[in-house]
């Protein structure tokens, strides 16, 4: 099967303590993203030292004034990515190594433009543990209304074809009385 080239987004402020577990667990997806492209919010601490320490030609520091929410690093992410898909994962979570790889393979399969994964439980003081919320191939299906109505998407979780998000208005609202995946 071919995978589509995707960028992944991580908006971050202040996260130096997280940032480098998110972009490990993107670089070490088993279908790897052509670029992780770090977009802070600028963050005072050593976050971006952290992350330009990393040497790797994938991983793009994108710095901008403070906004004050994702949405808008998540947005000059969106306007710079080269992939194909987008995938966004917050400073402060990490994928498992399969995560991509699974999406994709159903997104092909169901010919779908976006695709979001189950949600996760993670236990605190317990990196190790994750219990999956929705089995994979269960059989259930959620329906995007049902998504909506419990307001289960989780934004680590989504991809989605860069062009579908551009034709769609470019991103997420930026204005402070819309909070979107915030």
């Known amino acids: 099967m071919i995978f589509p080239e995707y960028s992944v987004i991580i908006p971050t402020w202040n996260r130096a303590s997280t940032v480098l577990t998110a972009i490990g667990s993107a670089l ?5 993203p052509l670029e992780v492209l770090v977009c802070d919010d600028a963050s005072t601490d050593n976050t971006e030292e952290l992350v330009r ?12 004034p403070r906004g004050g929410r994702p ?30 790889e699974k999406q994709f393979t159903l997104a092909q399969a169901l010919h779908c433009q976006a695709a979001c994964t189950n949600a996760v439980k993670i236990v605190p003081k317990q990196p190790d543990f994750h219990e999956t919320l929705l089995p994979w191939n269960s059989g259930e299906r959620i329906t995007l209304a049902d998504q909506i109505a419990t307001n289960n998407v989780i934004t680590s979780s989504v991809a989605l074809q860069r062009d579908l998000l551009l034709r769609a208005g470019g991103g997420f609202p930026e204005d402070a009385q819309l909070k979107v995946g915030e």
């Open 28 to 32: 070490n997806q088993t279908h790897p």
């Open 53 to 64: 320490s990393l040497g790797d030609p994938r991983v793009i520091w994108l710095s901008g």
């Open 71 to 100: 949405a808008i690093p998540r947005n000059r992410g969106i306007r710079v990515a080269r992939g194909e898909w987008v995938a966004f994962l917050d400073s402060d979570d990490a994928w498992l190594p399969e995560k991509m």
